[in-house]
């Protein structure tokens, strides 16, 4: 089963992974290239959609409502992201050649568009040690919005994320809730990679993925922890959907002594 998709960085909307694509049922993921002067409108027709500026500049219109993206790289500067409630149309004009990330799932409930500004959700510190990483919640669970859950993760050189290893594929509330995922790479310097390991606990499912620059994993099972390159520093945007809009994952029994013994929160750590 195919789960790694690379971005071509061709004009207008590339759609890389969706509904029965690497096991997903709800989740699309796509890149929109906007060049400078040029637009693209799309009609969301029962589906949500949270669009994050990559790089580049381009104002994001929605029924009336018009809103200035910028942003130098992933690197450079905090996200900006626009949240696109069902049944609306939005317009995208190129500023200055961009990309966006789009993230879609089909959706139930009606909400407001509504913009998420740079610095808007405070940075959260997860792991220790030798498995830190920085989080940028950008759509969480208190977001108003009906399945879509998106924010940004920067990994260090030499670092690992999404460790100890969790999942989120059974629903076992208030333990575990099912969230399909995908999640789109930048690295820098470009030319580093991170390894994507994906298994099960009787190991039927048992891979490791190379992800360079440009790169997205999707997957709707399993553990999956993830190892920057020395050298490189690895970032990620990451888009879940699922049954609900609540996020619970498990961790594998077997590693979550890391997590005890070196006083670190659980990898994605949620209220009660």
């Known amino acids: 089963m195919q789960r ?11 759609k890389l992974v969706g509904p029965g694509d690497a096991g997903l049922e709800y989740l699309e993921f796509g890149l929109l290239r906007v060049p400078r002067d040029e637009q693209f409108s ?17 104002t994001v219109q929605v029924d009336g409502q018009q809103w200035d993206l910028e942003r130098v790289s992933v690197f450079a500067g905090p996200a900006m992201a626009v949240y696109v409630p069902r049944h609306r149309r939005y317009t995208v004009t190129g500023v200055k050649p961009g990309d966006l990330a789009v993230f879609q799932a089909r959706s139930d409930q009606d909400y407001l568009p509504r913009l998420i500004e740079p610095g808007q959700t405070p940075m959260e510190v997860e792991g220790a040690g030798g498995f830190r990483r920085r989080v940028f919640p950008l759509v969480d669970e208190a977001f108003p919005a009906s399945r879509l859950l998106v924010g940004e993760t920067f990994v260090e050189s030499g670092q690992w994320a999404s460790y100890p290893p969790h999942k989120h594929d059974e629903d076992r509330y208030p333990d575990e809730v099912r969230l399909e995922e995908a999640a789109f790479f930048q690295i820098d310097p470009p030319q580093g990679f991170a390894l994507q390991y994906l298994y099960s606990a009787d190991r039927a499912l048992n891979q490791v993925y190379v992800l360079g620059n440009d790169d997205a994993f999707a997957a709707a099972r399993g553990y999956h922890p993830l ?8 970032y990620y945007l990451w888009g879940m959907a699922g049954d609900g809009h609540v996020i619970r994952s498990s961790v594998d029994p077997a590693h979550a002594w890391v997590a005890a013994e070196t006083g670190a929160p659980q990898p994605i750590a949620v209220p009660e």
């Open 42 to 58: 799309f009609s969301q027709e029962g589906r949500e959609a949270v669009l994050v500026i990559l790089s580049g500049a381009c």
């Open 4 to 14: 790694v998709f690379h971005y071509e960085r061709q004009p207008g909307y590339n």
């Open 227 to 234: 190892a920057a390159a020395p050298g490189y520093q690895v």
